[in-house]
């Protein structure tokens, strides 16, 4: 299930430091980030393994997650905030401002083994 959580930040004088720690299992092993999209949708998938935690560091962006069972759209605009994303997320990045700057931390290197491209399937109610 994806989760919007509240980093923890110090404010002074000086500027704002956002602190993440704790927040998914395991190691940090891959840091990556998206910049000059274009308008262009990102993602598009899930993983077999792999969690993610998503700051938009700036300007702003759309995240849509299915996870299978439920629909859930987010708004990343601010760069203490972060979108935690289990394997079962499906989510795909859109609506990108000009100036957006999407940083990505991921507990897994990078497998192309471990992408699952197929969207889940809606189910009717």
């Known amino acids: 299930m994806p989760n919007l959580v509240k980093l923890k930040t110090v404010h002074s004088d000086s500027g704002s430091l956002s602190v993440f720690e704790k927040l998914m299992p395991g190691t940090i092993k891959r840091v990556y980030y998206i910049y000059g ?3 262009i ?6 993983h077999h393994s792999t969690w993610n ?3 938009c560091l700036r300007g702003q962006c759309r995240i849509y997650v299915h ?3 439920s629909e859930s759209l987010f708004v990343l605009n601010q760069p203490n905030e972060c ?5 079962k997320d499906w989510y795909k990045m859109e609506d990108f401002s000009d100036d957006a700057i999407l940083l990505i931390l991921s ?3 990078y497998s192309v083994k471990d992408y699952i491209d197929d969207p889940y ?3 009717d109610k």
């Open 121 to 123: 399937q809606m189910t």
């Open 67 to 69: 996870n299978g069972v």
């Open 41 to 46: 949708p990102r993602g598009g998938h899930r």
């Open 37 to 39: 999209t274009h308008h």
């Open 53 to 55: 935690a998503l700051i």
């Open 107 to 109: 507990n897994q290197y």
């Open 83 to 87: 979108l935690i994303l289990e394997p």
